[in-house]
């Protein structure tokens, strides 16, 4: 079993920075694949981005391809979101969750993943 714990959330300005972290607890951790989703209030939960065990393969969302990076440190157990030029449109709860990683995974489906975090407040003001 991996439990997950999200940081980093908060208020920020149209146009700025924010870091999100999520720790992974558990000793097959590392082998699992990882993704950020993101709900907003009346809305569906959407895959925000997603990456592989290795950290080799990196999946993005077309709303947020080339402001958000994803990547992971798999000797801190650590996952990590990058979230440039920042919209009020990008505000929700994001919620970090891990799956076990096979072949010709569909990153983008949350169905898939198994594992979830309590989410953590993203709030871009305008």
């Known amino acids: 079993q991996v439990h997950l714990v999200e940081s980093g959330g908060g208020l920020i300005q149209a146009g700025g920075s924010l870091g999100l972290s999520c720790a992974a607890s558990?000793?097959?951790?590392?082998?699992?694949?990882m993704g950020w989703f993101r709900q907003a209030p009346g809305n569906e939960r959407e895959f925000v981005a997603a990456?592989?065990?290795?950290?080799?393969?990196?999946y993005y969302a077309d709303s947020v391809k080339g402001r958000f990076t994803i990547s992971r440190d798999n000797a801190k157990n650590t996952v990590y979101l990058r979230m440039n030029s920042l919209k009020p449109e990008d505000t929700a709860v994001y919620y970090c969750?891990?799956?076990?990683?096979?072949?010709?995974?569909?990153?983008?489906?949350?169905?898939?993943?198994?594992?979830w975090g309590q989410g953590t407040q993203v709030t871009v003001s305008s």
């Open positions: 969750a891990a799956k076990q990683d096979y072949t010709n995974s569909d990153y983008a489906a949350a169905k898939d993943y198994t594992n």
């Open positions: 558990g000793r097959t951790a590392r082998s699992y694949a």
């Open positions: 990456i592989n065990w290795s950290g080799k393969n990196e």
